[in-house]
T-cell receptor, first 107, second 116 residues
Framework: QQPVQSPQAVILREGEDAVINCSSS?????VHWYRQKHGEAPVFLMI?????EQKGHEKISASFNEKKQQSSLYLTASQLSYSGTYFC????????FGKGTRLHILP | GAGVSQSPRYKVAKRGQDVALRCDPI?????LFWYQQALGQGPEFLTY????????KSGLPSDRFFAERPEGSVSTLKIQRTQQEDSAVYLC??????????????FGSGTQLSVL
């Protein structure tokens, strides 16, 4: 079952914050987050395991609520380099990705 | 190598032709995945190998798609009698260990297949 991501697209000005949500109808073992720039390979950002823990990567952090089967990715004080498409992937032996959230940062 | 390598980078095929896409995972990586990514969509799971064993092929869209990893390293995804709907980017990813919830994937740059 493919996770559902929202919003589908976001346009921000440099320095603004954004939240990307990922939800699943099935129980999750873990949630992965990747970023893909146009024409490039997806790049790993972070993995969140059961336990509602929050992880961070530069000014990007995420939370995982296993009871609600949801994860959120937080981008703080966005930089131009954050532009790209963000995918969440839910793990049950294999990673199933959502359709992605396109993030565009304006200078 | 330093990363996951895929070849060719671009492939144009006439409808009905057979194609073979190659993936060289990071040396020593046990797990290998193939994904299909249509334009503007997320990667869709095709198949998974642990060493040479194909443990999951539930995502292969039809029996025209076949993947192998005979020596547990390089993998080949073969598509027979290509159709226009096969046009997509085919991504290969590998991870260090046996699948676990905390094993991150390293992706190659993909092969963009265009079927005319």
């Amino acid at each position: 079952q493919q996770p559902v991501q929202s919003p589908q697209a976001v346009i921000l000005r440099e320095g603004e914050d954004a939240v990307i949500n990922c939800s699943s109808s099935k129980a999750l073992y873990s949630v992965h987050w990747y970023r893909q720039k146009h024409g490039e390979a997806p790049v790993f950002l972070m993995i969140l395991l059961k336990g509602g823990e929050q992880k961070g990567h530069e000014k990007i952090s995420a939370s995982f609520n296993e009871k609600k089967q949801q994860s959120s990715l937080y981008l703080t004080a966005s930089q131009l380099s954050y532009s790209g498409t963000y995918f969440c992937g839910t793990e049950r032996n294999k990673i199933i990705f959502g359709k992605g959230t396109r993030l565009h940062i304006l200078p | 190598g330093a990363g996951v390598s895929q070849s060719p980078r671009y492939k144009v095929a006439k409808r009905g032709q057979d194609v073979a896409l190659r993936c060289d995972p990071i040396s020593g990586h046990v797990s290998l995945f193939w994904y299909q990514q249509a334009l503007g969509q997320g990667p869709e799971f095709l198949t998974y190998f642990q060493n040479e064993a194909q443990l999951d092929k539930s995502g292969l869209p039809s029996d025209r798609f076949f993947a192998e990893r005979p020596e547990g390293s390089v993998s080949t995804l073969k598509i027979q009698r290509t159709q226009q709907e096969d046009s997509a980017v085919y991504l290969c990813a590998s991870s260090l260990a046996v699948r676990g919830p905390d094993e991150k994937l390293f992706f190659g740059s993909g092969t963009q297949l265009s079927v005319l």
